[in-house]
Structure formats: structure tokens, C-alpha cells
């Protein structure tokens, strides 16, 4: 990837938190068009999956807690609530996702992408599971 931070100082930064906080951090002086971004926060997704430094919430598992969900049946800690698919399908499944009118970082729908895909699940050097 080129123009943007080293994988692992990215981790350093965002480690815990959102797919948004982590999209910022690809290029954090903005030299990057957003369609480079795009593909360079993508490949960062697949190489964080490939490394086992991220997994994803699986799609529809019950572990968001909420006001109407104040006890949900999952916690990160259970694997049923992880997205088993390989790092392609993950990421293919997320770019399709990708709201194709945004041509703008600042655009709310690239706000409403972000909190409509699954949390990330950070990976801790000693095996801990973080999310945001």
C-alpha cells in the first residue's frame, strides 16, 4: 500500500476502535484521492484478517448491546459471533456494501456505511479480543 502508514503502526493507533477510526487512519495527511483510500482501507482490512489482528462481528449475531438490546445472547469472546467467511468474501461482502455516490470523506452516507457494517473485532498480541 503505498502512501500510508505500516500496517502495524495503524494498529498502534485505532487498536479497539471502529471500521471508521481505522479508514481515517490510512492516510492521515490526506494524500490520498478517496477512491485510493478506499482500496488502500481494504487491503488493510484483508491484511489485518490474513494476520489475525482483526476479525469481524458476523452479520446478525446477536451481540450489540443497546437500550432495546440490553442483554444480547453473544459477546465477542464467542466464536459464533465472529464472520467465519475467509478474508476475500469479508471484504468482498464490505466493498459491495460501499455507497458508490460518495465521492466525499465528509459525505453522511459514508458515515451511515460505517455504522451499518459489522464492528471490528481487534486481536490483542495476547489472543484478547477488543471491540469498539
Not at 479497539?16 to 485510493?36: C, R, V, W
Not at 465528509?106 to 456505511?113: A, I, M, Q, R, S
Request: with cysteine; glycine share 4%; aromatic share 10%.
Amino acid at each position: 500500500m503505498r502512501n500510508i502508514y505500516e500496517i502495524a503502526e495503524i494498529v498502534r493507533n485505532v487498536f479497539g476502535l471502529s471500521a471508521s477510526a481505522l479508514f481515517s487512519a490510512i492516510d492521515p495527511d490526506d494524500l490520498l484521492s478517496l477512491k485510493e483510500k478506499k482500496w488502500a482501507f481494504f487491503e488493510a482490512i484483508k491484511q489485518l484478517l490474513d494476520a489475525g489482528k482483526i476479525k469481524f462481528i458476523a452479520p446478525g449475531a446477536d451481540c450489540y448491546v443497546s437500550p432495546a438490546n440490553p442483554c444480547p445472547k453473544l459477546t465477542i469472546q464467542d466464536s459464533e459471533s465472529h464472520w467465519s467467511a475467509t478474508a476475500e468474501e469479508i471484504v468482498a461482502s464490505l466493498s459491495a456494501q460501499w455507497p458508490i455516490q460518495v465521492n466525499d470523506e465528509n459525505d453522511p452516507e459514508l458515515t451511515v456505511y460505517f455504522y451499518s457494517i459489522p464492528a471490528i473485532i481487534w486481536v490483542g498480541d495476547d489472543g484478547s479480543l477488543v471491540s469498539s
